[in-house]
C-alpha cells in the first residue's frame, strides 16, 4: 500500500520516532513524504521514502494530485494544532481530498498507530478493492 507521510515541524522528531518504532511494518509498504520529512525519516529509520518538494514549496499539492488520483492509501499527517501556519490551506485541501476518497488519515500519534497496526492485520485491505 501506498502510505503518505507530512509532519509540522514541531513534529518531525515524533514523525522519525514513530517510522522507527514501526519500521517492522512500514518497510512492506511504498512511502511518500513531503522533503524534509522525508529525508529525516530515511536518514533515522532506513526505510525507503520517496520525496515530494518541501510542503510550503509545493510538495503538499504533489500529495494532494497523487491523492486525487486514489493512489494513496494511508495518510500520517503529525500536525502541530497549535501554531498556525501560512500554508494551512494546502493541507486543508489535501484532509479534504482524503475525505473525498475514503483515505484513513491519521493527525495525532494514537491514532497513526492504531492505523499502522490495523494496516499490519489486514484492516485496511478493502482499499486494494476500492482502487480497482
Not at 30 to 49: D, H, Q
Request: proline share 2%; with cysteine.
Amino acid at each position: 500500500m501506498n502510505i503518505a507521510l507530512i509532519a509540522h515541524d514541531n513534529k518531525k522528531k515524533l514523525m522519525e520516532n514513530l517510522c522507527i518504532a514501526y519500521r517492522h511494518i512500514l518497510n512492506k509498504h511504498t512511502l511518500f513524504a513531503t522533503g524534509t520529512t522525508g529525508r529525516l525519516v530515511e536518514e533515522t529509520s532506513s526505510l525507503s521514502v520517496h520525496k515530494y518538494l518541501a510542503g510550503h514549496l509545493g510538495g503538499e499539492q504533489q500529495l494532494g494530485a497523487q491523492i486525487a488520483h486514489n493512489d494513496i492509501d494511508l495518510l500520517v499527517f503529525l500536525r502541530d494544532p497549535v501554531a498556525q501556519k501560512h500554508y494551512e490551506p494546502d493541507i486543508n485541501s489535501v484532509l479534504r481530498l482524503c475525505d473525498i476518497h475514503n483515505i484513513p488519515v491519521a493527525s495525532n500519534l494514537a491514532t497513526a498507530e492504531a492505523l499502522l497496526l490495523a494496516l499490519d492485520r489486514g484492516d485496511l485491505d478493502w482499499r486494494k478493492i476500492v482502487k480497482e
